[in-house]
């Protein structure tokens, strides 16, 4: 189920352009359009969840699959030295776009970062 004004479900179905960096059939990584660092990526469930509480758990080990690998692969792919993982639910945690989403932020040494 998607939706009509979602923009990762317009994502997902290619109607807005994104650059793709993983993909199964339930899962798509891409890297946010605004990176707070080098190869800032989103990765989200296809089919549309609000947020953690809604997805359903069988999804879960082909979401941690992916996170494993889409992580090491920026790790492996930029040198990064470490990765910040992260997930805002609800208006008032930050979440802006309400298709649950994972950050995924690769960290490199003095990148001055702060999350
Ligand atoms: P949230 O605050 O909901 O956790 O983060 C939403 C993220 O989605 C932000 O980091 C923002 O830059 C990213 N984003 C919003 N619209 C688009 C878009 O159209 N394409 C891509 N690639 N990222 C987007
Ligand atoms: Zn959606």
């Given amino acids: 189920m998607s939706h009509q004004d ?27 359009i605004a990176p707070v660092n080098k190869g800032h990526v989103l990765l989200i469930p296809k089919e549309h969840f609000e947020d953690v509480w809604a997805l359903p758990p069988a999804l879960a080990p082909e979401l941690l699959d992916a996170i494993q690998r889409v992580g ?6 930029l040198g990064a030295l470490g990765m910040n993982l992260g997930m ?7 979440q802006l776009v309400f298709h649950a989403h994972w950050h995924l932020i690769p960290r490199f040494e003095g990148d001055g970062l702060t999350l």
């Fill in 72 to 77: 090491l692969g920026l790790k492996q792919g």
């Fill in 88 to 94: 805002n639910n609800g208006r008032a945690a930050g």
């Fill in 6 to 32: 979602c923009i990762f479900c317009k994502i997902v179905k290619g109607e807005i352009p994104c650059s793709k960096v993983y993909e199964t059939g339930a899962v798509l990584a891409f890297l946010d």
